[in-house]
């Protein structure tokens, strides 16, 4: 054959392989190439088999069940009325799926599913049965507790969260509703003297909710004593119509959960019982003495459950991102030599450490949600409580600032590797960025947090510079001294980078040598001066919490040693090596400009990120099939699990009424342009 | 006084202050902080003070224009289809417009405004009046151009360009639609083989345009000759049907842009005319010979006047964002102190680079676009044409990755700015998310895009190293062997930092050094060793296309020393040392590892950027007033010239029928909870 003849065969065979899809031998050989045995993996990530199993029969009710179960036209082509109604609908049947499930596993996974099928029934669902009864538990006696809880459990009342307001969302201390104690009648008044004083975003206030747990500002004797919370009408159970008293509306377009009621409520002098005051811990006795509660940090405790939710959050959108846009890399061809477009640096580079980020945050939400667990149930202890209360808050203000901005960045990655097929909603992504967004500014913006963080790392290094021996997630910085008499790395191998312990003390290292700059930096220029800084403290807030992060990845896979998973080791234990090098890349500058590292140390810890990298591009395909989203979940054509995408994207863009033919406006304002009267 | 009372005093004043709206103040006193004439500088950078007031007169015309001005139920509250009605009714406004303001200056002016005030508007009317005449022009023969472009310019004919096809996007030589001449009809059949070759997200192809410019490969006695451009019907201008051979529909719900009706295309042996094949490249002859084009490359060349259209693209979404972000961030107040959270280093270090990287962008903009058209003009001459195509080409492809990425990144920093009211559309920074981010991924993937700059520059070094001279945006790389002798930085002090030749010096040095590493590395290993160091290859692009635009915004600034300008040029000139030490920051890292800067250089460099950020933040407010974008094209509350925010943020979100009051579905899925029959 002439060299001609062999190009233009080899053209004619890359053209058939195109015009009949590929994707399915693609998938199917990517799928062989697992080293680990992904039903087992998938069951370890579940948190266990029967759970995985419980998983799966979710999925099978929500597809069967016509009121959870949504058509095309709710799924990126509903208007936000009708997103919020049919979430409604889905809220509803919940409940009475959970009569019939009884098993709190079974529940547990159901509700999981239903979370992963849509982030606005999520929201609807986590303020009134989880946030609203948590909040209940922290802040009211047994007394009150036991009076609320019935109706709550029943769905009487659907209760939710009216913290922020208009003008003050992170600064809590500012915030201007009143709640003002009248002894006469033994009520309080509740109040919102200003615009800025509205309650602002709060899930369920726009069309759902019947009761509020208000965050107001006690006012007794014309003085402001405390800022408390208090239970508070909202709607008619019966007649969904607004208390006497209460303006509450719906908060309009968003850019995201638009199945949510986010709301707004304003308060002109309703009163309430002085018994809905939320007497735990700060109380008003009927002739109005003021009782302070211990701590007035008790007040956000529920927000530390809420922030530890970021990592399911970021779990379920990062999770449907990265399967969405693994398998279109290895279906879709381009280039040269017809190559899957996963095999292209730029693709495996962002999407595997993604991949091994979700394997590491899956042990590290575990762990920390086992301890707030702990706290939690110790509430009635408040010793136990404060004692441990500030550790944890600290660290989840870290994983949100962390794992939120993480999560923006990687599903910013999973976008891009669409290619311009990123920009059809129908591909899904889109919305797993728009659902997600809010938590990186809501809940507490993560810039605010991060700076507690911070506040809480360099007020440790304090107490240990003074010798105080610390616990929790800053016991290592008892090593300060020892810390800073090392000035460089001794790291001189690829494999000593692969060793967590090495990463875990570079991390250390570069925490205690840039707090103790900081520390000097902001000696005397009070909040000025914090302001003036806040970019590098929230760098060592990060710093702060990737070596949690690190360290308890490690003591979390000691606890599988011994355990059926211990297969799964040499796989997870290759995700946290390259989460570890990709999180030290990400630090490169701050640890050369310390003179941590030296060029050449930094060049090596870059080609073993980049080794690990295309080592476990690999296996990309087995690791995201082990998440287990079924297509529905994925709701994108190009996520799916049989690689055939095309016919199925352009079925999905078929499907929208109207798609061919000629448009409604056409005649009006097309034609008289085209085709103009003579 | 007591430490109480005053305290408490102080309390009380900063809570009226918050009680009644401080942005007016605010905002006046930023504005007072100017150290330039707002009003020239809004000349400026408008390209003139006469084109600066045509843009005022179109914004008052359009807001006057019933036709063209969108009531709120058509922002940010509108279905898709009425979104890409109410465009298409702007459009057919926007040529009667055009009719009567005659004067081309205050035509461009208008066009420019109502693209501010619509992306969807932007890219439809790009596509008819801007894309497709200049394809006319760039691939038809002066006969054929002569024969079309009357009904183009009447509108009687809308075109689309449409090039790519579901499964080959950037790899242009993979597409499959034929169009096989017939030498018996003298016609060519165009056909769409297969699923794949579907046209796919062909702007105005949805609903809208009466015609195609369809790029094909051209078959020729049952050989596929060349890909050629072919003019063809798709809808009868009258009643809107599809042309008998020719299937296309909406494309259907898309993250952004949904006023435009993107499109895709099927062709089943659809016939044209021979002389519908446009012929000023390559040609086919009655009696079948095939004249190839010259150079390939010319199929493309549209395409770069597309990729600079980048610099506007992201002028228009980022002024719109900073400016919502820097207001906002001058009104809003958090914290002890009651700060202006404009204020907080983790605002100002974002936003300021922004700010400057506009500014920047700006005189790129004018000078990459006058090289263009001087291009464009000297079409028929193919010589000069072909001998600066790819100089331009690689800066095209280099712009729209650098400028492409910097604004969705700028953008996520504005929406983070309005901290949890970015999660309402009604601020509008999520619209200019989501209108903006196809620009990465369409028109040429960025990514693809930024490998073809590599390339160029790869190319260039070598021909550097074997001793050619080198002209155009590559000339610095002539000195490739001096470069190469110099092994470190020999800045001692920040005032060098500011100097832009220091600056530029550095890319190049960076430049060289790096892509001397990287020619090694791909040595003899093919097309494998190029997809494995993609991301390597990107970051040349990247400095290269930063060394380019530093170098013309020097070049660019000279040119005002002498005119009625001269006065902004320290303004001007700070604007472009922000610019620069932030690319330098970003770049750390790799001159660190390197060795080219020592640790405690770096550590200047950063300095010398923070301080730059902190003193440039002053002028936030004058800097974007400049920009001088009403209210009503921000669309956003948050952004108000006046800082009145808040009366008018609630004022939109009543706007929504039905925000107050009992929800459409209560009876049907809430009641029967909260209140069950018994």
């Known amino acids: 054959m002439s060299s001609e003849e062999i190009a233009r065969k080899r053209l004619s065979a890359i053209q058939q392989q195109l015009i009949h899809s590929t994707g399915p031998a693609d998938l199917a050989r990517e799928r062989a190439n697992a080293s680990f045995d ?51 609908r889905q809220l509803r049947r919940y409940v009475e799926v959970k009569d019939m499930l009884k098993s709190s596993l079974r529940v547990r996974a159901f509700h999981l599913a239903m979370c992963q099928y849509s982030e606005s029934f999520n929201m609807r669902s986590y303020v009134a049965d989880f946030l609203f009864p948590q909040a209940l538990r922290l802040f009211s006696t047994s007394e009150q507790y036991n009076e609320w809880i019935g109706d709550v459990l029943k769905w009487r009342t659907i209760g939710c969260f009216a913290m922020t307001e208009l003008g003050y969302s992170s600064f809590l201390r500012g915030l201007e509703t009143t709640a003002t104690f ?9 109040n919102s003297p200003s615009l800025l ?50 303006t509450a509306g719906n908060i309009g377009a968003k850019c995201g959960r638009n199945g949510l009621d986010n709301g707004w409520i304003q308060f002109t002098g309703l009163r309430i019982p002085r018994t809905n005051m939320m007497m735990r811990w700060a109380s008003v006795s009927p002739d109005g003495k003021y009782h302070p509660t211990p701590n007035p940090a008790l007040s956000y405790a529920p927000l530390i ?56 945050a899956n042990i590290i939400d575990r762990i920390t949600r086992r301890k707030w667990d702990v706290l939690v149930q110790n509430v009635d202890d408040g010793t136990i409580f404060l004692n441990n209360v500030l550790d944890i808050h600290a660290i989840s203000a870290g994983l949100k600032g962390v794992y ?18 990123a920009y059809s909603a129908y591909n899904a992504i889109g919305e797993c960025i728009n659902d997600f967004g809010p938590i990186t500014t809501g809940g507490g913006d993560n810039y605010a947090l991060m700076g507690q963080t911070a506040k809480y790392v360099l007020k440790s290094l304090k107490m240990a510079s003074d010798g105080i021996k610390l616990e929790g997630s800053v016991e290592y910085l008892n090593n300060v001294q020892e810390a800073l008499s090392q000035s460089s790395s001794t790291m001189m191998s690829e494999n000593e980078i692969l060793d967590f312990k090495f990463i875990r003390g570079a991390l250390a290292w570069l925490l205690i040598r840039k707090a103790k700059t900081i520390e000097t930096t902001l000696t005397g220029g009070g909040v000025a001066a914090w302001n003036d800084n806040i970019v590098h403290l929230i760098k060592l807030a990060e710093i702060h919490t ?19 998973y211990k297969n799964l080791l040499p796989i997870l234990i290759q995700m946290g090596q390259l989460w570890g090098t990709y999180v030290m890349k990400s630090l490169l500058e701050l640890f050369l400009e310390e003179g941590y590292f030296s060029p050449s140390q930094a060049k ?23 998440w287990a989203l079924p297509d529905f979940i994925l709701k994108a054509p190009f996520g799916r699990y049989d690689g055939d995408i095309y016919p199925a994207y352009l079925n999905r863009v078929r499907s929208v009424p109207d798609c061919v033919g000629v448009s409604s406006y056409w005649s009006k304002y097309v034609k008289p342009l085209t085709d103009p009267d003579p």
């Open 604 to 626: 090596m810890i870059k080609k073993v990120f980049y080794d690990l990298c295309r080592k476990t591009r690999k296996e990309a395909i087995p690791l995201v099939d082990a």
């Open 305 to 360: 459950g809420e922030r530890l939710e970021t990592i399911i959050a970021t779990t379920l959108a990062v999770s449907r991102g990265l399967t969405i846009a693994c398998r279109y890399g290895c279906v879709r061809r381009q280039g040269e030599n017809n190559e899957q477009i996963m095999d292209f640096q730029s693709y495996y580079v962002q999407l595997m450490p993604g991949i091994a980020g979700l394997y590491v």
């Open 182 to 190: 009248d002894k006469k009648t033994d009520e309080f008044i509740i």
């Open 197 to 246: 004083s509205t309650k602002w975003w709060i899930g369920l206030a726009g069309e759902t909710a019947t009761h509020a747990i208000v965050l107001a500002q006690t006012v007794v004797d014309g003085k402001k004593c405390g800022i408390d919370w208090f239970m508070v009408p909202l709607r008619n159970r019966k007649t969904g119509r607004l208390v006497v008293g209460v």
């Open 38 to 88: 992904v039903n087992q993996m998938k069951a370890f990530f579940a948190g266990g088999k029967e759970f995985s199993e419980a998983l799966d029969d979710a999925y099978r009710l929500i597809q069967r069940d016509p009121e959870l179960y949504l058509g095309d036209e709710y799924i990126f082509d509903a208007s936000n009325a009708e997103q919020r109604e049919v979430t409604m």
């Open 546 to 564: 990737h070596h949690y992060i690190l360290s308890e990845y490690l003591n979390g896979l000691g606890e599988y040693e011994s355990t059926e």
């Open 404 to 421: 939120g901005w993480w999560a923006v960045e990687i599903l910013e990655f999973c976008r891009r590797s669409l290619g311009g097929h």
